[in-house]
């Protein structure tokens, strides 16, 4: 198995080359082993291909070994972070490449209230295991479905005043990523006056979705002069 998709602050790599789910399947073992969490693990996903059967690895090795799990689906990576907040949910890991081009997927993850798991608090420990071939003790464990966004949008509520914020066209480029997943359901519920271009997750630029693409930019450059936004936002 290669270990090349480890990085400092999260992993990431090539599909299937570096990361496929038989990686998935020993991440969850040596993540397991190494922290012990004591509650649910959240799992997420991007919209890349090859996310879903990545998750459904994780999701059917964490059960395998006695942890439930809380499905949380198609969403963006804030919204997975949201999920380690949540009474019960002891770890978070989201299936996502982030803003590099579709070929590449890899994982995110925090620990409850997210604190992160980077090469200094625990992605060392865990690569050190999956060199070692760790395998967890079997057990029993659920796998739920569930939607959050309603919970996201509450805690929003409690940290926005929806009078406060700008009342003016905004320009939105979700870059075929899963933020648009989100950010429109945020702009629908705050009333804000937003026009959107890529939209829809999937599929990302062939350069990939880095908003700081000279591409990308001009594209986002074009788009912003056809009306007279106040303000652009592009986001994976």
Known sequence: ???????????????????????????????????????????????????????????????????????????????????????????????????????????????????AVTVDTGLQAIESLMAEHYRHAAGTGRIEQTDIEEQYMQFLYGVFNPTALIQAPIALNGLNGTASTLAGSIADRFGLSTTWTRQTPGPIPGSGADPTHPALVAEMQSFMQQQDFKIGRAHV
């Open 1 to 115: 198995m290669s270990l090349s998709a480890f990085r400092l602050g999260d992993i990431r790599g090539v599909y299937p080359d570096d990361v496929n789910e038989d990686f998935a399947a020993g991440f969850a073992h040596a993540f397991a082993g190494h922290f012990n969490p004591a509650g649910r693990i959240a799992i997420g996903r991007d919209m890349r291909p090859s996310s879903r059967p990545l998750q459904q690895a994780l999701a059917e090795t964490f059960a395998s070994i006695g942890f439930d799990v809380l499905d949380i689906g198609l969403c963006p990576t804030e919204l997975g972070y949201f999920a380690s907040s949540l009474p019960g949910v002891a770890a978070a890991v989201i299936v996502t490449a982030s803003h590099n081009p579709v070929r590449y997927n890899g994982l995110k993850c925090v620990l409850s209230r997210g604190r």
